[in-house]
């Protein structure tokens, strides 16, 4: 079975400041890891991926995240943030080898201030 | 740039009444998803697809919902009969094996 926990529900950050996003997930295979990104009223944007390659992962407007195995975690981040960053983050994970779900976090609204 | 298609993106509906979700998937996609959103929750899945077979069907509540993508492409989600509850974003997902999940833009159903 798998399993994602997003820790924060909300994240609030000034405009130009970093941005961390935390993602724990749980896997009884080899897992796939999305995070997604979804503004109101929208459908959901693939930001960045892992699937077994290179641990750090590079995606969209200016995103990243890094795999550790040995802390079940994908933690989203990005060096300054954008007002146009506001929107709810979404951390999902998807078992390869066993039934290929994505299955979601809760999601974390991402609060960017002036 | 391929997209999936949803329609209609917003519905509402007295309760008791029937309500039908289409979804056409990006093309070549064999695997179909289909998603219940609850404001400010993360999607959950109702129902996913291989080609025209239904994978795991384990949370769709049976009684009331029913899926089919009878020539392995697009896909209708029914209701019957809406209930309050039932008020949701549906959202449709495909993929090309076992790769990342491509969304379209929802039907925001509102049940009154």
């Known amino acids: 079975a798998q399993s994602v926990t997003q820790l924060d529900s909300h994240v609030s950050v000034s405009e130009g400041t970093p941005v961390l996003l935390r993602c724990n997930y749980s896997s009884s295979y080899s897992p796939s890891l999305f995070w997604y990104v979804q503004h109101p009223n929208k459908g959901l944007q693939l930001l960045l991926k892992y699937t077994s390659a290179a641990t750090l992962v590079k995606g969209i407007n200016g995103f990243e995240a890094e795999f550790k195995k040995s802390e079940t975690s994908f933690h989203l981040t990005k060096p300054s943030a954008h007002m146009s960053d506001a929107a709810e983050y979404f951390c999902?994970?998807?078992?390869?080898?066993?039934?290929?779900?994505?299955?979601f976090g809760r999601g974390t609204s991402l609060i960017v201030h002036p | 740039e391929a997209e999936v298609a949803q329609s209609p993106r917003y519905k509402i509906t007295e309760k008791s009444q029937a309500v039908a979700f289409w979804c056409d998937p990006i093309s070549g996609h064999a695997t179909l998803y289909w998603y219940r959103q609850i404001l400010g929750q993360g999607p959950e899945l109702l129902v996913q697809?291989?080609?025209?077979?239904?994978?795991?069907d384990s949370q769709l509540p049976k009684d009331r919902f029913s899926a089919e993508r009878l020539k392995g492409v697009d896909s209708t989600l029914k209701i019957q009969p809406a209930e309050l509850g039932d008020s949701a974003m549906y959202l449709c997902?495909?993929?090309?094996?076992?790769?990342?999940?491509?969304f379209g833009q929802g039907t925001r159903l509102t049940v009154v």
């Open positions: 999902v994970v998807s078992d390869r080898g066993g039934s290929y779900i994505p299955t």
């Open positions: 697809f291989q080609d025209e077979s239904v994978v795991d």
């Open positions: 997902a495909s993929s090309f094996r076992e790769t990342e999940a491509f």
